[in-house]
């Protein structure tokens, strides 16, 4: 399986992200700076945590506007497995790619700890290897990760699937306790939760490592 | 031609930092405020001397980039 990390000035989860998929898919990643954004086919693409141009006007509005994510839009829409963590789920929203928006924590914290989320569906790409309704530990950190949609959103997100995780304590005041959702196509997948900080047992738990394995067995 | 940009969250929308100014401003004794919602001050100097094309112009960059309108308005005033 060949993957792209993508990386803006202030991706800071680029490097973890990185040693991840090299871990699992036992290839490393091509790291895709911003602006070389004619980067070669790709059969997964992920975009990392972190505080992208310094998150001014609004978390991921920026890098939403990068010619990058023009090409990452593109080929999302073309049907490449895309996976937005973090910021990188904050980008995918501000690009519409994802609907709602991420807003600043209800609790005005920012929240750095392992949580726990429910698997609300594991008939997607993602989260195959999950057993639905269980409950998986993986840590968050951010300040910016209170999911908001308006209620026929919300709605339409449950009705067809789309939510992926839901936090089991909503700890940051997120709609529906929404923690991750994927687009109508079902190959792109935003979430605030961090898989990929928990990938083996020396890291606290090896959860996260379902996902990444999830997308290969989709990709044969 | 300037342009003076508010973008201010909708309706509805939860305002965390909106309400911990509103928590502020009673602990300093002030009282009579009943809700504080934060927003977006932007100011724009335009080269376009025509006010409906710069209004159509600036409508764009708000909708493309200033505002979100998933969660946010915005207004519009020109000088």
């Not at chain 1, 920026?62 to 049907?79: D, L």
């Amino acid at each position: 399986m060949k993957s792209a990390v993508i990386v803006f000035p202030g991706s800071n989860c680029d490097r973890d992200m990185a040693v991840a998929l090299e871990k699992i898919t036992g290839q490393k990643p091509l790291m895709v700076w911003h602006q070389d954004y004619d980067f070669p086919v790709v059969d997964f693409i992920a975009l990392p945590g972190g505080f992208s141009y310094g998150d001014y006007l609004r978390c991921g509005a920026m890098s939403a506007r990068s010619h990058v994510m023009k090409e990452v839009v593109k080929r999302a829409g073309a049907g490449v497995p895309t996976l937005g963590i973090c910021n990188g789920f904050q980008i995918l929203a501000e690009t519409g790619v994802l609907p709602g928006a991420l807003m600043r924590n209800a609790n005005l914290h920012f929240v750095c700890k392992d949580v726990e989320l429910t698997v609300e569906n594991t008939d997607t790409m993602f989260t195959s290897g999950y057993i639905a309704g269980s409950n998986i530990t993986v840590p968050v950190a951010h300040h910016d990760g209170n999911y908001f949609a308006d209620d026929a959103t919300l709605d339409t997100l449950e009705g067809e699937g789309r939510v992926a995780f839901k936090y089991a304590n909503n700890i940051n005041g997120a709609q529906r306790r929404i923690a991750g959702i994927t687009n109508k196509a079902g190959n792109v997948l935003g979430m605030m939760p961090h898989p990929e900080r928990m990938i083996e047992p020396a890291l606290g738990g090896s959860d996260g490592r379902i996902l990444f394995e999830s997308i290969m067995n989709r990709l044969g | 031609m300037k342009a003076r940009i508010h973008v201010t969250l909708k309706n509805g929308v939860l305002d965390p930092q909106g309400k911990a100014i509103e928590h502020a401003l009673a602990n300093l004794g002030f009282g009579g405020v009943d809700e504080a919602r934060q927003g977006k001050y932007i100011e724009l100097d335009l080269t376009e001397t025509n006010r409906e094309k710069a209004q159509a112009q600036v409508d764009e960059m708000c909708r493309k980039l200033i505002a979100n309108t998933v969660i946010e308005n915005y207004s519009i005033e020109l000088e």
